[in-house]
């Protein structure tokens, strides 16, 4: 309940900054610590309801505003890109794609030998083709990711992708139904 309360205290100082409303003195101001305890109690609660339902968009939201304060006060924390991409998966999941698309472009310039840097390369690609409906965008990154990761396991996913870029749904059908016979 406490890390709840720090939340929402956070969300709230952010907001009341954001918005004009008080002075940064006046606003209330989590440690790091705190906010990284309220990071966490939040992902539980909110990944723990999406299981049952749809995205909660409030606790998403608020979520979303304690990655960006993370973001925004720590550029040089430890665990700042593990941030950026949670805060890239939760805009896609939000349907925030663009946004989506700068916190793991972030990764991709910024943090390019962190583990999930090439995982946050093809999400940029399959943004743009799946939800942007950007072929050339999309075809440009996968390409990327190829040739910055051609040993990683979505490479293979991303030569894949390039191929059905151009195909039509019943051209994928017929060369799946080929395979399988």
């Known amino acids: ?7 929402l205290t956070f969300a709230l100082s952010l907001s009341m900054i954001s918005c004009g409303g008080g002075s940064e003195e006046s606003a209330p101001v989590l440690t790091l610590e705190e906010l990284q305890t309220s990071i966490v109690t939040l992902e539980e609660e909110l990944y723990q309801a999406k299981t049952k339902t749809k995205l909660n968009m409030s606790k998403a939201k608020e ?11 720590n550029p040089t924390h430890e665990s700042l890109a593990e941030m950026t991409f949670k805060a890239g998966e939760l805009s896609m999941g939000m349907e925030e794609y663009n946004q989506s698309i700068e916190y793991f472009e972030r990764i991709v310039k910024n943090h390019s030998d962190y583990e999930k840097a090439p995982e946050a390369t093809y999400l940029v690609a399959f943004i743009y083709d799946e939800y942007l409906k ?4 999309a075809a440009d990154n996968y390409q990327r990711m190829i040739e910055l990761y051609p040993n990683n ?8 992708s390039i191929e059905l870029l151009n195909m039509s749904d019943e051209d994928i059908l ?3 139904e080929q395979k399988n016979s």
């Open 134 to 137: 950007e072929k050339g965008k």
């Open 174 to 176: 017929k060369m799946l």
């Open 153 to 160: 396991r979505l490479s293979q996913d991303a030569k894949a």
């Open 1 to 7: 309940m406490r890390n709840l309360i720090y939340s």
């Open 63 to 73: 979520l979303m505003t304690m990655y960006k304060g993370f973001i925004d006060n």
